[in-house]
């Protein structure tokens, strides 16, 4: 890491200030020049002195000693980049940096940024992302609670059970209090990677964002606001792509539902790269009718995870006998591989040991936290704020 440690110095403080959140940025050579394209030095330099949680603009002045007039318009183009989140609350502005994942990250291809160099930024991105021994896939997948989840296709479910609503797309959209639709991030930094979906997914009009972090992207341009009718229809186009659905790994109030493929969405190729606990499972699994499976090999396609392979506890005397079996260690859950099967010989069963998540936002990064041994900082910040508390953290929207 030597030479690391001598270039581009001004954004160890950044990434530094970075990895005090629940997910943070492994540093390397590949990072730090991703980090350049991304933040001016002056916006570096604001963005390292960030506190935990929100602030308004004097107290952003007073970290970094700058006046209102010289700061406001760094923090204008931080917030139209989606670097940070400005968030209006009874006539005053709160600001807070955005993480790394997910956060500006994403965020930088969920928009047109004719000022940026997307074509450099994309290939930086794929190589930092793609790096499954030492980059930041142990970071983003390697803590006991998973950061995201999958979410049911809740028309295959078993008659028997009862779905809840947290583990239902569309009952999470009928609920919240505003939604917009972006451009999918993975598909529009594959697209200036230089590749395509093999699915033929849409770049437009496809990952859903909810709540108060909707509100801001639609604000700045990221997304545009839906009705749940809409959006509703969007769940059913995706169901008809044999996408997955995912969200945050929470029981209240998930901020995104992303429709995800296995050729394009990184979070599906770090549980395909062997993170197989990496994104939190539903309460169900897929299993297939040997009697019915003719291993056409049609689920293998539509599974986004990998998850469905050719029986190896079976000896076979002919291509003929071949049948498909579930990788029960890898399967999400999702459903999304059953309307694939013509023969009908793939279907969802309770899995055995089913997982509630967690409550709200906060008390899992609380969580992640405290397994990574990051909490600290967030208790001394938390003890300053006592007494200004001036409306609920973002980590609750």
Not at 104 to 124: G, N
């Amino acid at each position: 890491m030597g030479h690391i440690k001598d270039s581009k110095n001004n954004l160890v403080p950044l990434i530094d200030r970075l990895n005090k959140y629940p997910i943070g940025l492994v540093d390397s050579e590949v990072l730090r020049k991703l980090l350049s394209l991304l933040f001016s030095k002056e916006e570096a330099f604001v963005a390292s002195k960030f506190p935990l949680e929100e602030a308004t603009l004097p107290e952003l002045c007073h970290a970094v000693k700058m006046s209102e007039e010289d700061l406001l318009p760094i923090l204008e183009s931080m917030a139209d980049k989606g670097l940070i989140m400005d968030l209006p609350y009874n006539n005053t502005i709160y600001y807070l940096l955005m993480p790394g994942t997910i956060g500006f990250i994403e965020f930088t291809f969920m928009k047109h940024h004719p000022d940026l160099p997307l074509d450099k930024i994309a290939i930086l991105m794929e190589e930092y992302l793609t790096d499954y021994e030492n980059g930041h896939a142990k970071e983003f997948f390697g803590s006991k609670t998973p950061l995201t989840r999958s979410l049911v296709y809740e028309d295959h479910i078993p008659v028997s059970s009862v779905i809840t609503t947290y583990e239902s797309a569309r009952k999470i959209i009928k609920e919240s209090s505003f939604g917009a639709v972006g451009m999918c991030y993975c598909r529009h930094q594959k697209e200036h990677a230089g590749g395509t979906c093999k699915k033929g997914v849409p770049i437009e009009g496809i990952c859903i964002s909810l709540g108060k972090g909707a509100e801001f992207l639609a604000r700045r341009g990221f997304a545009e606001e839906k009705s749940k009718e809409e959006l509703l229809d969007i769940i059913d186009m995706a169901d008809d792509l044999n996408l997955t659905h995912i969200t945050d790994n929470v029981r209240n109030k998930p901020s995104f539902i992303c429709n995800c493929c296995g050729c394009c969405c990184h979070i599906m190729a770090g549980v395909q790269a062997g993170y197989y606990n990496g994104v939190a499972k539903t309460n169900y699994i897929a299993a297939i009718d040997s009697k019915l499976c003719d291993y056409c090999g049609d689920c293998f396609k539509a599974c986004n995870v990998g998850a469905i392979g050719l029986d190896k506890s079976q000896h076979y005397f002919n291509r003929s006998e071949r049948v498909s079996k579930v990788k029960e260690e890898i399967c999400l859950g999702c459903g999304a591989c059953i309307s694939s099967c013509e023969k009908e010989a793939i279907s969802l069963t309770p899995r055995e040991n089913p997982s509630i998540p967690t409550g709200w936002k906060r008390d899992l990064f609380k969580t992640i936290l405290k397994e990574k041994g990051r909490m600290t900082p967030f208790i001394i910040s938390r003890v300053k704020k006592t007494l200004k508390q001036p409306f609920q953290n973002l980590f609750n929207h």
